[in-house]
Every structure is written in C-alpha cells, then in structure tokens.
C-alpha cells in the first residue's frame, strides 16, 4: 500500500569543508524506502553512492556499476531501517572522466508511528480507513491488531479489522455502518487502533 511521508530532516555534511560547498540534497520516504537525491542537474555524469553506519565507518556501495546521472542523481535505499542514523557519499564522473566526491551526508530515517486516518473526514457516507504500523511489510512481521469504530461512550460500534495487519500502512473500505448493517447517525465517533506496539486513535465526525 502506497504511503507517502514528506520529511523536513536535518542533513549534515561531515567533511571538511572544501573549496566549493557541496550541494544539498533532498530526502523522501516512500513505500518504505528512502530516497535521497543530490539538488542540482548532473545530466550525464556518472555516479555511484556510498553508504556507511557510522560516521567513522568504511563506506560500502550500494550498487556494483556506475549508474548514469539523467538529471537529479538519486539512491532508493530499501535496506535502511526506521530510526537509523546512515551517512552517504556520492562519487560523480563527468563526461571529460574528472570525478568529484559529495558527502558524506548524514541522513537519520524517521520512525513510523501507530496511526490511524479516516478519510473523507467529516462524511455522510463511505470512508477509507488507512491503518500504519511501524516497519515495512518487506522486512518485518506482521502483528496482530484491532481495529473498531466507537462510539461517545466507548461501546463497539464496528469492528474494522481483526487478526494480522502487515506493516506499513493497510488501507480498508468502510461503508459508514453499524455492525448491523445500519447507518450510523450524525455524531462523533472514534476509530481506535490497537497492537503489541502501541495504540492510536482518530475521531470521525459523521453527518446527515
């Protein structure tokens, strides 16, 4: 399931400083899996980035060849972990077959929390339910999980799910009934999240 998370991270560069700043980059996690891309147009250069765990670390590549640079010169990092702190290194060669060295650049991957997103939020009618658990479904084991809507005073209302819930985010459609099939009236409602790893709640407001 697609899960975009926008991230405003603070990015660090560790040498020491040269003739020349090094550029910035840019860092998206997307579908469980980092991205990080050098700001600026190197259209026809090659590179190859580096990563290491630790600032003192020996760097290791991330791909064996070369790539070629066709605008931004990017890495999807889908082995980096949530939490972590990776430093990564970009080696570019120019089209003459000079090569210049960017980084290292200290990038930490944000942790995912539990949470739970109703949307449309108000509605009258059917909704999409999106759950998000820590992890990324390629790496980590499901958990077990429950999910129900409640109503002001805490009683059941719906369940929306029970039983194994993968990683990452688990979109469900939800028809905006009851547990008995009937539409529920106009209110406040909760949708509440449960797991080993912790719980979340989201308020729902339904209308007529």
Do not use: K
């Amino acid at each position: 399931m697609r899960r975009l998370l926008p991230l405003s991270l603070l990015l660090v560069a560790l040498t020491s400083a040269p003739a020349f700043a090094d550029p910035a980059i840019t860092v998206r996690y997307e579908d469980d899996q980092l991205r990080v891309a050098l700001e600026g147009s190197y259209t026809g250069a090659y590179y190859r980035v580096w990563r290491a765990a630790d600032a003192n670390a020996p760097f290791d590549y991330l791909a064996s060849q070369l790539a070629l640079c066709t605008g931004d010169c990017y890495l999807t990092d889908a082995q980096a972990q949530p939490g972590q702190t990776y430093f990564y290194r970009f080696d570019l060669q120019s089209p003459s077959g000079s090569t210049v060295s960017y980084g290292p650049y200290a990038v930490t991957v944000p942790m995912v929390p539990v949470a739970a997103r109703v949307w449309p939020n108000p509605s009258n009618g059917r909704a999409q339910v999106q759950l998000t658990l820590p992890g990324s479904a390629r790496r980590d084991a499901a958990l077990d999980a429950d999910a129900r809507v409640l109503d002001l005073q805490g009683r059941t209302v719906r369940v929306l799910h029970t039983g194994s819930l993968e990683r990452g985010t688990t979109t469900l459609a939800w028809d905006g009934r009851d547990g008995a099939g009937a539409a529920l009236g106009a209110g406040i409602y909760f949708v509440r999240l449960v797991t080993p790893l912790g719980s979340a709640y989201t308020r729902v407001v339904r209308f007529r």
